[in-house]
Protein backbone atom coordinates (compact mmCIF):
# COMPACT_ATOMS: atom_id res chain seq x y z
CA UNK A 1 0.00 0.00 0.00
CA UNK A 2 1.22 3.00 -1.01
CA UNK A 3 1.84 5.65 1.54
CA UNK A 4 1.05 9.41 0.14
CA UNK A 5 -0.97 13.04 1.73
CA UNK A 6 -4.21 12.93 0.95
CA UNK A 7 -7.11 15.30 1.94
CA UNK A 8 -10.10 14.07 3.67
CA UNK A 9 -13.65 15.40 4.70
CA UNK A 10 -15.33 14.42 7.43
CA UNK A 11 -18.41 15.23 9.32
CA UNK A 12 -18.60 14.86 13.43
CA UNK A 13 -20.04 16.14 16.17
CA UNK A 14 -18.85 17.58 19.61
CA UNK A 15 -19.59 19.67 22.85
CA UNK A 16 -17.51 23.09 22.94
CA UNK A 17 -16.81 24.23 26.47
CA UNK A 18 -17.96 27.70 26.13
CA UNK A 19 -16.35 30.10 28.62
CA UNK A 20 -20.07 30.30 30.37
CA UNK A 21 -20.00 26.31 30.94
CA UNK A 22 -16.21 26.19 31.68
CA UNK A 23 -17.23 28.76 34.59
CA UNK A 24 -20.22 26.31 35.81
CA UNK A 25 -18.17 23.76 36.18
CA UNK A 26 -15.69 25.39 38.18
CA UNK A 27 -17.82 26.55 40.73
CA UNK A 28 -19.71 23.19 40.90
CA UNK A 29 -16.24 21.67 42.22
CA UNK A 30 -15.23 25.06 44.12
CA UNK A 31 -15.57 25.79 48.04
CA UNK A 32 -17.60 28.17 49.57
CA UNK A 33 -13.67 29.96 50.31
CA UNK A 34 -12.85 29.36 47.06
CA UNK A 35 -16.48 30.90 45.74
CA UNK A 36 -16.03 33.81 47.64
CA UNK A 37 -13.00 35.19 46.25
CA UNK A 38 -13.98 34.58 43.15
CA UNK A 39 -16.89 36.64 43.78
CA UNK A 40 -14.50 39.46 45.09
CA UNK A 41 -13.33 39.47 41.65
CA UNK A 42 -16.22 39.75 39.75
CA UNK A 43 -16.75 42.54 42.01
CA UNK A 44 -14.30 44.33 40.95
CA UNK A 45 -14.13 43.36 37.19
CA UNK A 46 -18.30 43.69 36.86
CA UNK A 47 -19.81 47.32 38.16
CA UNK A 48 -23.35 46.12 37.57
CA UNK A 49 -22.59 43.80 40.42
CA UNK A 50 -22.81 44.29 44.70
CA UNK A 51 -23.35 42.18 47.72
CA UNK A 52 -26.87 43.32 48.81
CA UNK A 53 -28.89 41.52 51.69
CA UNK A 54 -32.50 41.89 49.76
CA UNK A 55 -33.14 41.47 46.41
CA UNK A 56 -33.60 44.43 43.84
CA UNK A 57 -36.87 45.57 42.76
CA UNK A 58 -36.76 47.54 39.86
CA UNK A 59 -39.44 46.99 36.91
CA UNK A 60 -37.66 48.39 34.64
CA UNK A 61 -34.97 46.11 34.59
CA UNK A 62 -35.55 42.01 33.68
CA UNK A 63 -37.04 40.35 36.13
CA UNK A 64 -34.35 37.76 37.68
CA UNK A 65 -33.36 35.58 40.46
CA UNK A 66 -30.65 38.07 42.27
CA UNK A 67 -29.33 36.28 45.16
CA UNK A 68 -28.24 33.05 46.18
CA UNK A 69 -31.10 30.81 47.61
CA UNK A 70 -30.92 29.43 50.89
CA UNK A 71 -33.33 26.37 51.28
CA UNK A 72 -33.77 24.13 54.36
CA UNK A 73 -35.22 20.45 54.52
CA UNK A 74 -36.65 18.19 56.35
CA UNK A 75 -36.62 14.49 56.57
CA UNK A 76 -39.80 14.79 55.12
CA UNK A 77 -38.99 16.41 52.19
CA UNK A 78 -35.27 15.14 51.69
CA UNK A 79 -36.13 14.57 48.10
CA UNK A 80 -38.41 17.30 47.16
CA UNK A 81 -35.98 20.10 46.27
CA UNK A 82 -36.57 22.51 43.77
CA UNK A 83 -40.29 22.97 44.02
CA UNK A 84 -42.80 25.74 44.06
CA UNK A 85 -39.91 27.90 42.15
CA UNK A 86 -40.99 30.77 39.99
CA UNK A 87 -37.50 31.51 38.96
CA UNK A 88 -36.28 30.98 35.05
CA UNK A 89 -34.41 27.93 34.99
CA UNK A 90 -30.25 28.57 34.50
CA UNK A 91 -29.58 28.13 30.30
CA UNK A 92 -26.94 25.18 31.11
CA UNK A 93 -27.42 21.89 30.16
CA UNK A 94 -27.22 18.88 33.14
CA UNK A 95 -25.25 16.98 30.75
CA UNK A 96 -22.20 19.14 29.34
CA UNK A 97 -21.54 19.58 33.23
CA UNK A 98 -21.35 16.30 33.59
CA UNK A 99 -18.49 16.53 31.27
CA UNK A 100 -15.15 15.70 32.37
CA UNK A 101 -13.45 19.15 32.25
CA UNK A 102 -9.67 17.86 31.43
CA UNK A 103 -10.94 16.33 27.29
CA UNK A 104 -12.76 17.81 24.61
CA UNK A 105 -12.26 20.87 23.56
CA UNK A 106 -11.89 24.45 25.88
CA UNK A 107 -10.37 22.02 28.11
CA UNK A 108 -6.52 23.65 27.54
CA UNK A 109 -8.51 27.36 27.95
CA UNK A 110 -10.44 25.82 31.12
CA UNK A 111 -7.16 24.86 33.01
CA UNK A 112 -5.39 27.73 31.87
CA UNK A 113 -8.07 30.15 33.66
CA UNK A 114 -8.41 27.85 36.80
CA UNK A 115 -5.98 29.94 38.81
CA UNK A 116 -8.73 31.73 40.47
CA UNK A 117 -9.47 28.51 42.49
CA UNK A 118 -6.07 28.20 44.33
CA UNK A 119 -6.31 31.51 45.12
CA UNK A 120 -6.15 32.95 48.58
CA UNK A 121 -8.77 34.10 51.06
CA UNK A 122 -7.59 37.90 50.16
CA UNK A 123 -6.18 38.18 53.48
CA UNK A 124 -3.82 41.29 53.62
CA UNK A 125 -0.46 41.06 54.90
CA UNK A 126 0.44 42.68 57.99
CA UNK A 127 1.90 46.24 58.14
CA UNK A 128 4.33 45.57 61.21
CA UNK A 129 6.12 42.16 62.22
CA UNK A 130 4.70 41.52 65.88
CA UNK A 131 7.50 41.66 68.89
CA UNK A 132 9.47 39.10 69.64
CA UNK A 133 7.35 38.00 72.58
CA UNK A 134 4.76 37.71 69.93
CA UNK A 135 6.76 35.22 67.82
CA UNK A 136 4.94 31.51 69.12
CA UNK A 137 1.79 33.12 67.26
CA UNK A 138 1.09 30.82 64.21
CA UNK A 139 1.38 34.45 61.96
CA UNK A 140 4.55 33.96 62.20
CA UNK A 141 6.25 31.46 60.13
CA UNK A 142 9.12 29.07 61.19
CA UNK A 143 11.50 30.57 59.01
CA UNK A 144 10.82 34.36 60.22
CA UNK A 145 11.30 33.75 63.64
CA UNK A 146 14.60 32.00 63.26
CA UNK A 147 15.40 35.13 60.61
CA UNK A 148 14.85 37.53 63.20
CA UNK A 149 17.11 35.80 65.75
CA UNK A 150 20.00 34.97 63.22
CA UNK A 151 22.05 38.35 63.41
CA UNK A 152 22.58 38.71 67.55
CA UNK A 153 23.19 35.10 67.41
CA UNK A 154 25.84 35.04 64.16
CA UNK A 155 29.36 35.85 64.47
CA UNK A 156 29.99 37.18 61.13
CA UNK A 157 27.87 38.62 58.08
CA UNK A 158 28.98 35.90 56.21
CA UNK A 159 28.09 33.01 59.09
CA UNK A 160 24.71 34.77 59.04
CA UNK A 161 24.65 34.71 55.41
CA UNK A 162 25.58 31.10 55.46
CA UNK A 163 22.85 30.55 58.52
CA UNK A 164 19.84 32.47 56.85
CA UNK A 165 20.49 30.35 53.76
CA UNK A 166 20.09 26.74 56.21
CA UNK A 167 17.09 28.36 57.42
CA UNK A 168 14.92 28.80 54.35
CA UNK A 169 15.85 25.08 53.16
CA UNK A 170 14.07 23.46 56.30
CA UNK A 171 11.33 21.63 56.12
CA UNK A 172 7.90 22.40 58.37
CA UNK A 173 9.00 19.92 61.18
CA UNK A 174 12.27 21.93 61.11
CA UNK A 175 14.88 19.48 60.25
CA UNK A 176 17.23 20.14 57.91
CA UNK A 177 16.47 17.16 55.06
CA UNK A 178 19.77 18.46 53.05
CA UNK A 179 23.26 17.04 52.98
CA UNK A 180 25.52 19.60 54.25
CA UNK A 181 28.37 18.99 52.03
CA UNK A 182 26.33 19.77 48.80
CA UNK A 183 24.98 22.83 50.62
CA UNK A 184 28.53 24.16 51.28
CA UNK A 185 29.43 23.14 47.75
CA UNK A 186 26.61 25.30 46.40
CA UNK A 187 27.20 28.28 48.53
CA UNK A 188 30.77 27.63 47.34
CA UNK A 189 32.45 27.67 51.04
CA UNK A 190 33.72 25.37 52.97
CA UNK A 191 32.27 22.49 55.09
CA UNK A 192 33.31 24.08 58.00
CA UNK A 193 32.01 26.99 57.94
CA UNK A 194 29.17 25.52 56.82
CA UNK A 195 28.78 23.35 60.10
CA UNK A 196 29.45 26.94 62.15
CA UNK A 197 26.81 28.14 60.82
CA UNK A 198 24.60 25.30 61.38
CA UNK A 199 25.46 25.70 64.91
CA UNK A 200 24.62 28.90 64.99
CA UNK A 201 20.87 27.52 63.66
CA UNK A 202 20.94 25.10 65.80
CA UNK A 203 21.09 27.65 69.19
CA UNK A 204 18.33 29.37 68.18
CA UNK A 205 14.72 28.83 69.32
CA UNK A 206 12.92 26.56 69.25
CA UNK A 207 15.06 23.97 70.54
CA UNK A 208 15.69 21.13 67.93
CA UNK A 209 15.62 23.42 64.98
CA UNK A 210 18.14 22.72 62.21
CA UNK A 211 18.34 19.45 63.39
CA UNK A 212 19.16 16.52 60.50
CA UNK A 213 18.19 13.54 62.16
CA UNK A 214 15.59 12.45 65.47
CA UNK A 215 18.79 11.91 67.62
CA UNK A 216 20.26 15.19 66.65
CA UNK A 217 16.92 16.81 67.65
CA UNK A 218 16.67 14.86 71.14
CA UNK A 219 20.25 15.86 71.60
CA UNK A 220 20.18 19.65 71.22
CA UNK A 221 17.02 19.91 73.05
CA UNK A 222 18.48 17.67 76.09
CA UNK A 223 21.75 20.10 75.48
CA UNK A 224 19.66 22.63 76.28
CA UNK A 225 17.82 21.27 79.25
CA UNK A 226 21.01 20.15 80.80
CA UNK A 227 20.29 16.91 80.59
CA UNK A 228 22.42 15.30 78.16
CA UNK A 229 24.65 12.99 80.57
CA UNK A 230 26.57 9.79 79.55
CA UNK A 231 23.36 7.63 80.44
CA UNK A 232 20.79 9.78 78.26
CA UNK A 233 23.77 9.88 75.36
CA UNK A 234 23.34 6.05 75.32
CA UNK A 235 19.55 6.08 75.46
CA UNK A 236 19.22 8.58 72.32
CA UNK A 237 22.23 7.00 70.35
CA UNK A 238 20.15 3.70 70.51
CA UNK A 239 16.75 4.84 69.68
CA UNK A 240 16.51 2.03 67.29
CA UNK A 241 16.25 -0.48 70.34
CA UNK A 242 13.87 1.95 72.27
CA UNK A 243 11.45 1.62 69.60
CA UNK A 244 11.93 -2.32 69.40
CA UNK A 245 11.28 -2.41 72.98
CA UNK A 246 14.45 -3.88 74.31
CA UNK A 247 14.41 -2.37 77.87
CA UNK A 248 16.54 -4.48 79.59
CA UNK A 249 19.02 -4.38 77.16
CA UNK A 250 18.76 -0.13 77.37
CA UNK A 251 19.13 -0.28 81.14
CA UNK A 252 22.49 -2.33 80.78
CA UNK A 253 23.91 -0.07 78.46
CA UNK A 254 22.62 3.20 80.02
CA UNK A 255 23.84 1.52 83.60
CA UNK A 256 20.62 2.61 85.55
CA UNK A 257 17.95 1.09 87.47
CA UNK A 258 14.05 0.76 86.85
CA UNK A 259 13.27 4.01 88.19
CA UNK A 260 16.61 6.11 86.67
CA UNK A 261 15.36 4.84 83.04
CA UNK A 262 11.57 5.53 83.72
CA UNK A 263 13.05 9.28 84.83
CA UNK A 264 15.04 9.20 81.49
CA UNK A 265 11.76 8.24 79.60
CA UNK A 266 9.78 10.93 80.73
CA UNK A 267 12.43 13.51 79.88
CA UNK A 268 12.71 12.07 76.38
CA UNK A 269 9.04 11.98 75.82
CA UNK A 270 8.87 15.74 76.89
CA UNK A 271 10.73 16.74 73.69
CA UNK A 272 9.52 17.92 70.86
CA UNK A 273 10.59 15.64 67.97
CA UNK A 274 9.31 18.07 65.49
CA UNK A 275 9.73 21.50 66.91
CA UNK A 276 8.86 23.78 63.53
CA UNK A 277 5.40 22.13 63.24
CA UNK A 278 4.28 24.75 65.99
CA UNK A 279 4.87 27.76 63.36
CA UNK A 280 2.87 25.53 60.94
CA UNK A 281 0.37 27.65 58.47
CA UNK A 282 -3.13 27.80 59.55
CA UNK A 283 -3.74 26.25 56.03
CA UNK A 284 -4.16 22.76 57.73
CA UNK A 285 -6.53 24.44 60.76
CA UNK A 286 -10.26 24.82 60.84
CA UNK A 287 -12.15 24.13 58.61
CA UNK A 288 -15.01 26.36 57.81
CA UNK A 289 -18.13 24.24 56.80
CA UNK A 290 -19.79 24.27 53.26
CA UNK A 291 -23.21 22.69 54.41
CA UNK A 292 -24.85 22.63 58.36
CA UNK A 293 -26.71 20.22 59.15
CA UNK A 294 -29.11 20.11 62.41
CA UNK A 295 -31.79 17.96 64.05
CA UNK A 296 -35.03 19.68 63.97
CA UNK A 297 -37.02 17.78 67.08
CA UNK A 298 -39.10 16.36 64.61
CA UNK A 299 -37.69 13.15 63.62
CA UNK A 300 -35.96 14.88 60.58
CA UNK A 301 -32.52 17.20 59.59
CA UNK A 302 -32.43 21.20 58.84
CA UNK A 303 -29.61 21.07 55.70
CA UNK A 304 -29.17 25.03 55.20
CA UNK A 305 -25.77 26.79 53.52
CA UNK A 306 -23.20 27.90 55.31
CA UNK A 307 -24.31 31.73 54.34
CA UNK A 308 -21.24 32.76 56.64
CA UNK A 309 -18.86 32.18 53.49
CA UNK A 310 -21.62 32.83 50.70
CA UNK A 311 -22.46 37.10 49.71
CA UNK A 312 -25.66 37.72 48.11
CA UNK A 313 -25.24 38.95 44.75
CA UNK A 314 -27.23 41.43 43.35
CA UNK A 315 -27.59 42.90 40.15
CA UNK A 316 -27.42 47.41 40.61
CA UNK A 317 -30.37 47.87 38.87
CA UNK A 318 -30.42 51.89 39.42
CA UNK A 319 -26.88 51.98 37.89
CA UNK A 320 -27.87 50.48 34.80
CA UNK A 321 -30.91 52.22 34.14
CA UNK A 322 -29.24 55.51 35.24
CA UNK A 323 -25.94 54.56 33.03
CA UNK A 324 -28.41 53.48 30.22
CA UNK A 325 -30.47 56.33 30.08
CA UNK A 326 -27.73 58.61 29.50
CA UNK A 327 -26.25 59.17 25.61
CA UNK A 328 -23.43 56.64 25.01
CA UNK A 329 -21.92 55.33 21.90
CA UNK A 330 -22.99 52.10 20.57
CA UNK A 331 -19.60 50.48 21.84
CA UNK A 332 -20.47 51.71 25.68
CA UNK A 333 -24.22 50.34 25.04
CA UNK A 334 -22.86 47.31 23.93
CA UNK A 335 -20.27 46.75 26.98
CA UNK A 336 -23.21 47.59 29.09
CA UNK A 337 -25.61 44.66 27.86
CA UNK A 338 -22.83 42.33 27.96
CA UNK A 339 -21.91 43.48 31.49
CA UNK A 340 -25.55 42.58 32.52
CA UNK A 341 -25.97 39.74 30.64
CA UNK A 342 -22.31 38.27 32.52
CA UNK A 343 -24.15 39.26 36.13
CA UNK A 344 -27.42 37.70 35.34
CA UNK A 345 -25.49 34.57 34.21
CA UNK A 346 -23.10 34.17 37.38
CA UNK A 347 -26.57 34.91 39.61
CA UNK A 348 -27.84 31.39 37.81
CA UNK A 349 -25.15 30.00 37.91
CA UNK A 350 -24.61 30.24 41.54
CA UNK A 351 -28.40 29.89 42.18
CA UNK A 352 -27.79 26.22 40.12
CA UNK A 353 -24.98 25.17 42.36
CA UNK A 354 -26.32 26.25 45.39
CA UNK A 355 -29.41 23.66 44.74
CA UNK A 356 -27.23 20.89 43.35
CA UNK A 357 -25.50 21.02 46.56
CA UNK A 358 -28.45 21.16 48.50
CA UNK A 359 -29.57 18.11 46.89
CA UNK A 360 -26.79 15.75 46.44
CA UNK A 361 -26.25 16.34 50.72
CA UNK A 362 -30.03 15.87 51.36
CA UNK A 363 -29.44 12.43 49.85
CA UNK A 364 -26.41 11.91 51.33
CA UNK A 365 -28.21 12.50 54.98
CA UNK A 366 -31.22 10.22 54.01
CA UNK A 367 -28.84 6.87 52.87
CA UNK A 368 -26.60 7.77 56.18
CA UNK A 369 -29.30 8.13 58.70
CA UNK A 370 -27.79 6.01 61.03
CA UNK A 371 -24.24 7.72 61.52
CA UNK A 372 -25.95 11.13 62.09
CA UNK A 373 -27.93 9.68 64.74
CA UNK A 374 -26.10 6.41 66.34
CA UNK A 375 -22.37 7.60 65.15
CA UNK A 376 -19.84 5.39 63.03
CA UNK A 377 -20.77 2.07 63.66
CA UNK A 378 -23.85 2.56 61.50
CA UNK A 379 -21.74 3.69 58.69
CA UNK A 380 -23.00 2.26 55.29
CA UNK A 381 -21.05 1.31 52.60
CA UNK A 382 -22.21 3.96 49.35
CA UNK A 383 -20.61 4.79 46.33
CA UNK A 384 -20.94 8.14 44.10
CA UNK A 385 -23.48 5.67 41.64
CA UNK A 386 -26.25 5.16 44.09
CA UNK A 387 -26.46 9.17 45.06
CA UNK A 388 -26.53 9.65 41.13
CA UNK A 389 -29.26 7.77 40.23
CA UNK A 390 -31.25 8.68 43.58
CA UNK A 391 -31.22 12.17 42.23
CA UNK A 392 -30.79 11.76 38.43
CA UNK A 393 -27.48 13.14 37.76
CA UNK A 394 -24.27 12.05 36.42
CA UNK A 395 -21.94 10.03 39.20
CA UNK A 396 -18.95 12.87 38.03
CA UNK A 397 -21.44 15.75 38.60
CA UNK A 398 -21.40 13.95 42.48
CA UNK A 399 -17.60 13.75 42.61
CA UNK A 400 -17.46 17.67 41.63
CA UNK A 401 -20.15 18.37 44.24
CA UNK A 402 -18.37 16.65 46.89
CA UNK A 403 -15.10 17.83 46.14
CA UNK A 404 -13.81 20.59 48.68
CA UNK A 405 -17.44 20.71 50.21
CA UNK A 406 -17.31 20.03 54.20
CA UNK A 407 -20.51 19.62 56.16
CA UNK A 408 -21.25 20.25 59.84
CA UNK A 409 -23.26 17.91 62.51
CA UNK A 410 -23.56 16.98 65.80
CA UNK A 411 -20.52 14.15 65.61
CA UNK A 412 -18.35 17.12 64.00
CA UNK A 413 -17.52 18.47 60.78
CA UNK A 414 -16.30 15.75 57.72
CA UNK A 415 -15.87 16.33 54.22
CA UNK A 416 -18.41 14.77 51.55
CA UNK A 417 -16.36 12.02 50.45
CA UNK A 418 -15.90 11.05 54.38
CA UNK A 419 -19.52 9.26 53.37
CA UNK A 420 -18.81 7.26 50.79
CA UNK A 421 -16.53 4.29 51.43
CA UNK A 422 -16.37 0.73 50.47
CA UNK A 423 -18.12 -2.27 52.51
CA UNK A 424 -17.87 -5.90 53.67
CA UNK A 425 -20.38 -8.39 53.76
CA UNK A 426 -21.95 -9.66 57.11
CA UNK A 427 -22.54 -13.10 57.99
CA UNK A 428 -25.65 -14.37 56.52
CA UNK A 429 -26.27 -11.41 54.53
CA UNK A 430 -28.70 -11.33 51.31
CA UNK A 431 -25.85 -10.21 49.16
CA UNK A 432 -28.26 -7.14 48.51
CA UNK A 433 -25.10 -5.18 48.64
CA UNK A 434 -25.99 -3.89 52.57
CA UNK A 435 -23.03 -4.47 54.55
CA UNK A 436 -20.75 -2.75 56.92
CA UNK A 437 -18.70 0.12 55.82
CA UNK A 438 -15.01 0.07 55.81
CA UNK A 439 -14.95 3.43 58.27
CA UNK A 440 -17.35 1.20 60.72
CA UNK A 441 -14.47 -1.64 60.68
CA UNK A 442 -11.86 0.81 61.14
CA UNK A 443 -13.55 2.43 64.11
CA UNK A 444 -14.45 -0.87 65.36
CA UNK A 445 -11.00 -2.49 65.55
CA UNK A 446 -9.40 0.93 67.49
CA UNK A 447 -12.34 0.60 70.04
CA UNK A 448 -11.17 -3.11 70.03
CA UNK A 449 -7.20 -2.21 70.48
CA UNK A 450 -7.71 0.85 72.72
CA UNK A 451 -9.61 -1.65 74.96
CA UNK A 452 -7.41 -4.85 75.06
CA UNK A 453 -5.18 -6.14 77.94
CA UNK A 454 -1.41 -4.62 77.72
CA UNK A 455 -1.10 -8.24 79.29
CA UNK A 456 -3.07 -10.13 76.55
CA UNK A 457 -2.88 -8.09 72.79
CA UNK A 458 -4.95 -9.23 70.34
CA UNK A 459 -3.46 -10.56 67.38
CA UNK A 460 -4.96 -10.17 63.98
CA UNK A 461 -6.60 -13.38 64.17
CA UNK A 462 -8.03 -12.95 67.09
CA UNK A 463 -9.91 -9.65 65.97
CA UNK A 464 -11.07 -11.51 62.99
CA UNK A 465 -12.76 -14.35 65.34
CA UNK A 466 -14.19 -11.00 67.14
CA UNK A 467 -15.42 -9.30 64.13
CA UNK A 468 -17.14 -12.75 63.01
CA UNK A 469 -19.26 -12.84 66.41
CA UNK A 470 -20.04 -9.64 65.42
CA UNK A 471 -21.52 -10.78 62.37
CA UNK A 472 -18.99 -9.63 60.19
CA UNK A 473 -17.33 -11.10 57.33
CA UNK A 474 -13.80 -11.16 57.14
CA UNK A 475 -10.47 -12.29 56.29
CA UNK A 476 -7.49 -11.91 58.61
CA UNK A 477 -5.42 -10.10 55.42
CA UNK A 478 -8.27 -7.70 55.43
CA UNK A 479 -8.46 -6.86 58.90
CA UNK A 480 -4.56 -6.49 58.71
CA UNK A 481 -5.19 -4.17 55.78
CA UNK A 482 -7.72 -2.10 57.63
CA UNK A 483 -5.65 -1.96 61.02
CA UNK A 484 -2.98 -0.65 59.07
CA UNK A 485 -5.10 2.17 57.39
CA UNK A 486 -6.25 3.07 61.07
CA UNK A 487 -2.58 4.08 61.77
CA UNK A 488 -2.59 0.98 64.62
CA UNK A 489 0.60 -1.37 65.15
CA UNK A 490 1.05 -4.74 64.82
CA UNK A 491 0.34 -6.97 68.16
CA UNK A 492 3.51 -6.67 68.65
CA UNK A 493 4.27 -3.29 68.16
CA UNK A 494 1.51 -2.52 70.74
CA UNK A 495 2.89 -4.46 73.33
CA UNK A 496 5.88 -2.57 73.40
CA UNK A 497 4.14 0.10 73.34
CA UNK A 498 2.04 -0.36 76.30
CA UNK A 499 4.99 -1.76 77.82
CA UNK A 500 7.05 1.13 77.29
CA UNK A 501 3.83 3.44 78.87
CA UNK A 502 3.65 1.30 81.78
CA UNK A 503 6.67 2.50 82.97
Given at each position: ????P??D ?39 L??V ?18 R ?16 E ?9 L ?29 S ?5 EA ?10 H????V ?19 L??AG??P ?13 L ?5 A????Q ?7 G ?19 P ?5 ID ?24 A???R ?18 G???P ?22 R ?7 Y???G ?35 T ?7 Q ?19 A??I ?10 T ?7 E ?20 G ?9 I???I ?10 KVL ?9 N?E?F??AR ?10 G????A??R ?8
Amino acid sequence: MALGPRLDLRQSQSLVMTPQLQQAIKLLAASNLEIETFIGEALETNPLLEVGETRSENADAPSEPDDIPREEFTSDQLMAQGQGETEAPLDIDNGALDRDVDTGDGAQSLRANADWSAAGTGMGAASELPDFEATQSAELSLGDHLRMQVGAAASSEREAFIATHLIGMLDDAGWLPFDLRDIAYDLGVDLASAERALKVVQSLDPSGVGARDLAECLTIQAREADRYDPCMERLIDNLDLLARGEVERLKRMCRVDDEDFADMLRELRSYDPKPGLAFASEGGGAVVPDILLSDNGKGGWDIALNEDTLPRLVVNRDYYVEVGSTGQSDEAKAWLKEKLADAHWLIRALDQRQKTILKTAAEIVKQQDGFFRRGVSELRPLTLREVAEQIEMHESTVSRVTSNKYLHCERGCFELKYFFSSGVGKIGGSGDGEGASSQAIKARIKALTDAEDPKKVLSDQKLVDILNEEGFDLARRTVAKYREAAGIGSSAQRRRQKKLESL
